[in-house]
Nanobody
């Protein structure tokens, strides 16, 4: 099982930016896929973005496309989620997930981090 540690959450005003990081406890394997999900207050957890570790571009939910950028740093063995133009509705706990399928389907992911809180408020 892969342990995932998220960092970078915090509080920001609308229009601001934050960068989340997710560091797995072991090196990714050939089929590793990382994703970010989030859960807002009183809401179900929802897909945000995903990326294959070994190449290809990221895939985003419609709600964050054009504002969020997911990337990977191979030497640092870390994935990132750069969040710009943040909105109040982006608030929630953000979870990093790891699996082997290129999908936004939550049950497909085997490993999950503890989550990091993002609060967007004026």
């Amino acid at each position: 099982q892969v342990q995932l540690v998220e960092s970078g959450g915090g509080s920001v005003q609308p229009g601001g930016s934050l960068r989340l990081a997710c560091k797995p406890s072991q090196r990714p394997y050939s089929r590793s896929v990382y994703a970010w999900f989030r859960q807002g207050p009183g809401k179900q957890r929802e897909f945000v973005a995903l990326i294959r570790w070994h190449g290809g571009s990221a895939f985003y939910s419609d709600s964050v496309k054009g504002r969020f950028t997911m990337s990977r740093d191979n030497p640092q063995n870390t994935v990132y989620l750069q969040m710009n133009s943040l909105k109040i509705e982006d608030s929630g706990v953000y979870y990093c997930a790891h699996g082997s399928q290129y999908t936004s389907n939550e049950p497909a992911y085997d490993d999950w981090g503890q989550g990091t809180q993002v609060t967007v408020a004026s």
